[in-house]
T-cell receptor, first 112, second 115 residues
Framework: GQQVMQIPQYQHVQEGEDFTTYCNSSTTLSNIQWYKQRPGGHPVFLIQLVKSGEVKKQKRLTFQFGEAKKNSSLHITATQTTDVGTYFCADRREAAGNKLTFGGGTRVLVKP | EAGVAQSPRYKIIEKRQSVAFWCNPISGHATLYWYQQILGQGPKLLIQFQNNGVVDDSQLPKDRFSAERLKGVDSTLKIQPAKLEDSAVYLC?????????????FGSGTRLTVV
């Protein structure tokens, strides 16, 4: 079956620095959604990417969809302590009733 | 708008006992999902409802798990009998009709511990 993989699994970042987390799939992705889950919380929807090569920004967060639609990335600039949490990418397949297949997540810890 | 409501928030049971979780989605959301999230992993879809019909239950362990969404609104997920490996957070999510570009809205989840 489809596998959605995220790297790195853990990311320790110094406050103020930038980092990138990557999402890769064994098959072509349909639509990519990104979620953030704070420690002890539930996933919260951040954004959806649909088109090949699409780039979207939310303040310090930049989301990108690969040209071949087999990968996606999330880049955070000037990391803050509020960025702590786990970031999940998920493939949303309209042909499968909008089924979401999640990756394993990247757990982000911020060092003040 | 009110979010997705789930109860109970926490549950501890012994193996071989039964347990039930309840979810009330956002009003008007036709699609409801139950996910299982084991510690340190991403959520895994158990079952998806469109109104009161099942769209996908391919990953639901049907020998012990069951779910229903009577009247197309709230839903219950049951485990009977529970096993140690069922310890996880059970998340309910809802979204508007298929084909629209909305993210899912998740509830706070029920943390199940099987001892």
């Amino acid at each position: 079956g489809q596998q959605v993989m995220q790297i790195p699994q853990y990311q320790h970042v110094q406050e103020g620095e930038d980092f990138t987390t990557y999402c890769n799939s064994s098959t072509t992705l349909s639509n990519i959604q990104w979620y953030k889950q704070r420690p002890g919380g539930h996933p919260v929807f951040l954004i959806q990417l649909v088109k090949s090569g699409e780039v979207k920004k939310q303040k310090r967060l930049t989301f990108q969809f690969g040209e071949a639609k087999k990968n996606s990335s999330l880049h955070i600039t000037a990391t803050q302590t509020t960025d702590v949490g786990t970031y999940f990418c998920a493939d949303r397949r309209e042909a499968a009733g909008n089924k979401l297949t999640f990756g394993g997540g990247t757990r982000v810890l911020v060092k003040p | 708008e009110a979010g997705v409501a789930q109860s109970p928030r926490y549950k501890i049971i012994e193996k071989r006992q039964s347990v039930a979780f309840w979810c009330n989605p956002i009003s008007g959301h036709a699609t409801l999902y139950w996910y299982q999230q084991i510690l340190g992993q991403g959520p895994k879809l158990l079952i998806q409802f469109q109104n009161n019909g099942v769209v996908d239950d391919s990953q639901l362990p049907k020998d012990r798990f069951s779910a229903e969404r009577l009247k197309g609104v709230d839903s219950t997920l049951k485990i009977q009998p529970a096993k140690l490996e069922d310890s996880a957070v059970y998340l309910c999510a809802s979204s508007p009709l298929q084909g629209q570009n909305y993210g899912y809205t998740f509830g706070s989840g029920t943390r199940l511990t099987v001892v």
